[in-house]
């Protein structure tokens, strides 16, 4: 059974990098194309004007990981009755969210619009359209949210990748169909992307109609699972608002203190960060179900051999992925941007290792989440978030200190907060802290410590920073995975891999 689970986690990992690989490549594409076309001030006016009901998706994450709990701790009981029930009751939640989306956009959206927002006067019918279309697609997207969750829930990852592949695709051919289009290009732009939208929500109803029985439920309350989802939402609604705050505050103190040129860096590092941790992120929407139903199912062996897997493996990956960018930040920047802001390159290796440590993060608010038990994990959780913004502050008033410190005291945030969630979480799941020191910190210690050594040796031996680069990434790749063979795999995972290569060789030859 754990072979079969291991093998969907494998081939579900692969469907979510192949749709992360192409989304990420016509996806930059798509938004130069659609730059030029619409032109800058329309381009600012969708952008501008799809951030008044942008706030709604801070309330659709949080709803979404108390639907995707609530949907796959069902599964893993597997208790049909049970999982329609918890159906039925997120239909009634997320059709009451539905009301007030529209109620809030159609009231106080149309009057920031028209009373606080800086738009030319000619374009201002285009701006009500694109508010139109944005509270519609808002709709949509609440309503399918459940059903997205259970398409995650029951591992149908390829079903997934396969529907967004299809979604890019769509917004390329708009890409190209607003240039040959005569009418106003900004409302025939959110007018198509409502069609998409469409197109994408009904394939979703459709896939989980056909697949999955729990989704004909009629909506239905019960009180108390509506009270759990409320609850849980309510939790991760007030970690996303910390992080926002967070992330944001640290924004607005660089600005005060530093200036927009210092902003430009942090963004431009942010995004490097982002494009990089995709992958993390697709590695562990795969293994999660998993570590839930486990859960449900009270297999709290099963339960922790997910969640060691998890935060070793997500490390490692970010780990790899880092160290040639972290050797090699200056030439990747250089190579990508034709000027460089000042401070980019040491913001990106700060925030790199930053990245890499918040993968252990990701497994222990699975496991919490499956508990259902947040308040303790997200209080510590914000307070420490939140006590970045003035520390920063005071550093920078009363020190003088540089710019970069505020991503070190990030940085330190994330180690303390890592020793907390490990703290507040393994107890919760019936871990032991022992194994998972022995399991997960000493074997990416052992990997930290070793892999980057030989590639800061090289960097430089080849005059050309072009060859430099190809070389030092080679030889990084190489080094991280002689380390992890060394430090990281335990005799069970070298084994597997002796055996799946023996196998693939021995197929090779037939």
Not at 216 to 223: E, F, G, L, N, W
């Given at each position: 059974m754990e072979k079969t689970n291991n093998r969907t986690i494998a081939r579900n990992t692969l469907m979510l990098y192949g749709r992360a690989i192409l989304m990420m490549m016509i996806g930059l594409y798509t938004s130069r194309v659609i730059l030029n076309t619409l032109g800058v001030s329309d381009f600012g006016i969708y952008n501008a004007v799809g951030g008044i009901i942008a706030m709604f998706g801070i309330i659709s994450s949080s709803l979404s990981n108390a639907t995707s709990r609530t949907i796959t701790v069902a599964i893993g009981k597997g208790d049909i009755r049970q999982i329609k029930a918890a159906f039925g009751n997120l239909k009634v939640v997320y059709y009451i969210m539905c009301f007030f989306v529209v109620l809030l956009g159609e009231t106080i959206g149309l009057w920031f619009l028209y009373h606080k927002m800086s738009i030319p006067a000619d374009r201002m019918d285009a701006a009500f359209w694109v508010l139109q279309f944005t509270i519609f697609t808002t709709v949509l997207n609440f309503i399918c949210v459940?059903?997205?969750?259970?398409?995650?829930?029951?591992?149908?990852?390829?079903?997934?990748?396969?529907?967004?592949?299809?979604?890019?695709i769509l917004k390329l051919l708009i890409c190209f169909s607003l240039s040959i289009i005569p009418y106003d290009k900004l409302i025939i732009y959110g007018m198509l992307m409502v069609g998409v939208c469409i197109i994408d929500r009904i394939i979703y109803v459709v896939y989980c109609n056909k697949r999955?029985?729990?989704?004909?439920?009629?909506?239905?309350?019960?009180?108390?699972q509506i009270k759990d989802i409320l609850s849980i939402s309510g939790w991760t609604l007030s970690g996303n608002f910390a992080w926002i705050l967070n992330t944001q505050g640290i924004n607005l103190i660089l600005n005060v203190f530093f200036g927009p040129i210092v902003n430009a860096?942090?963004?431009?590092?942010?995004?490097?960060?982002?494009?990089?941790?995709?992958?993390?992120?697709?590695?562990?929407?795969?293994?999660?179900?998993?570590?839930?139903?486990?859960y449900a199912q009270s297999n709290f062996q099963r339960m922790h051999e997910l969640l060691n897997m998890s935060s070793k493996f997500s490390y490692l990956l970010m780990l790899v992925m880092s160290i040639p960018v972290l050797v090699e930040a200056p030439v990747i920047l250089k190579f990508w941007l034709n000027h460089v802001p000042e401070h980019t390159v040491v913001y990106l290796r700060i925030i790199l290792i930053y990245s890499i440590l918040t993968t252990l993060s990701n497994p222990l608010w699975v496991s919490v989440l499956a508990t259902g038990q947040l308040k303790k994990y997200q209080i510590y959780d914000n307070v420490i978030q939140l006590l970045v913004i003035p520390i920063s502050y005071l550093v920078f008033k009363y020190l003088q200190a540089d710019s970069y410190w505020v991503f070190v005291i990030l940085l330190i945030s994330e180690i303390l907060e890592i020793f907390i969630r490990v703290w507040i979480v393994l107890p919760l799941i019936h871990h032991q802290y022992s194994r998972y020191i022995r399991e997960v910190i000493l074997p990416i210690i052992g990997v930290t410590v070793t892999a980057p050594i030989i590639p800061l040796l090289l960097n430089g031996l080849i005059g050309q920073e072009f060859y430099n680069f190809i070389f030092v990434c080679i030889f990084s790749?190489?080094?991280?995975?002689?380390?992890?063979?060394?430090?990281a795999l335990n005799h069970h995972e070298r084994s597997w891999i002796q055996n799946f290569a023996k196998e693939k060789i021995l197929n090779y030859k037939k």
């Open positions: 459940p059903y997205n969750s259970a398409i995650i829930a029951h591992e149908r990852m390829s079903a997934f990748a396969y529907i967004s592949l299809m979604d890019v999955f029985p729990e989704v004909h439920a009629k909506p239905r309350i019960d009180k108390e860096a942090r963004g431009i590092a942010l995004q490097v960060q982002g494009v990089m941790a995709q992958f993390v992120t697709n590695f562990q929407t795969a293994i999660n179900p998993q570590i839930t139903k486990s790749v190489l080094c991280s995975l002689v380390s992890i063979w060394l430090f």
